[in-house]
């Protein structure tokens, strides 16, 4: 059994797009999010642009990274979306209500924070998009922040 996604992620309210932890191991993780028609990011069919996709495979990214967190007893961490390479989608949008399960693997990770990962998500056992994200946990997210300001 897996905790409560909220204690494995960062986000809150609306932007918090994935539901739960379906399995992880050495492997990697597989999560699963149902498409919401009334939220943000619903078109006028109450789907989702598959381009969102790509924050999906970044939660479940958060995710497999708060389970090991967790499993140190430290709490999750910010991270950023550095980017993506080939993201390739073969749908425009995922269908509202549609339940999405989204996995993903760690291809590199560096002891600087560093990492990349591959990931896609699959509907009705069928893979529908593919990428890979490079993503970024530095020491002290919010000095990174202010940094910027």
Do not use: C
């Amino acid at each position: 059994m897996y905790p409560p996604i909220e204690e494995l992620l960062t986000h809150r309210g609306d932007m918090l797009l994935i539901e739960r932890v379906l399995d992880s191991g050495p492997e990697g993780i597989r999560v699963e999010a149902k498409v919401d028609g009334n939220a943000w990011y619903a078109d006028t069919e109450g789907a989702m642009p598959a381009w969102i996709g790509i924050e999906l495979m970044a939660q479940a990214i958060a995710a497999l990274v708060g389970l090991k967190a967790r499993e140190q007893r430290l709490p999750p961490r910010q991270g950023l979306l550095l980017g993506t390479r080939s993201f390739t989608t073969s749908v425009p949008a995922f269908a509202q209500h549609a339940t999405l399960l989204v996995a993903a693997s760690e291809v590199f990770q560096e002891d600087n924070g560093l990492a990349a990962f591959d990931a896609r998500i699959e509907l009705a056992g069928r893979t529908v998009a593919e990428a890979t994200l490079k993503v970024f946990e530095p020491a002290d997210f919010k000095a990174i922040v202010e940094q910027e300001k």
